[in-house]
């Protein structure tokens, strides 16, 4: 299985360069948050294109359903958090098999479950506001439609943010604690 996850030596060789020429006495933790942001970036792509799909084509939000986004927002964030595990598993932490994967998979869950809460606490307080920020800055020139995945999409830019920080330190350091 981890063949088929491999990244190619060339991207995993600029990752491990700029650890080493920037990562001070702890390259090697740079080097493994540079390869959790980029599995994170996949993520990323997944849940805010499913999140969309979703949104557009499956719940039609319309302006004001903040729990259709919030619904949408889940599944998507669900989605890449499977995928999220697979990649840390077999690239960011390979050396980490010390645990059997269905005991590091609950971990991870159960982080990722605190990394949703946040999330969501993050779209709730943001989405309303940042959709009226959107509708200011538009001034009419656009579907209040628009405007309200506009707005979602910013606050789920945000809480993304929040969300791969807290991941990352809480894995480091209890999912992923038995490598040096």
């Known amino acids: 299985m981890s063949e088929s996850l491999s990244v190619t030596p060339e991207r995993d060789g600029i990752i491990r360069r700029v650890s080493i020429r920037f990562g001070g006495s702890k390259p090697k933790e740079l080097e493994r948050f540079l390869k959790f ?48 595990f697979i990649w840390n598993r077999y690239w960011t932490y390979p050396e980490s098999r010390s645990r059997a994967i269905i005991v590091q998979l609950a971990q991870f ?34 579907a209040s439609d628009l405007q309200a995945q506009i707005g979602a999409n910013l606050a789920i830019m945000v809480a993304l943010v929040i969300v791969m920080l807290w991941n990352f330190f809480v894995n480091r350091y209890w999912t992923y604690n038995d490598v040096q």
């Open 37 to 84: 942001a980029v599995v994170g970036t996949i993520g990323a792509a997944i849940d805010l294109g499913l999140t969309n799909l979703l949104m557009h084509f499956v719940f039609h939000v319309r302006e004001g359903d903040n729990a259709l986004v919030m619904l949408a927002a889940g599944i998507g964030f669900v989605v890449a958090v499977c995928s999220n």
């Open 109 to 142: 869950f159960v982080v990722n479950v605190f990394g949703l809460v946040i999330r969501e606490i993050v779209l709730a307080v943001l989405t309303t506001p940042l959709t009226a920020l959107v509708k200011r800055a538009a001034g009419g020139s656009m």
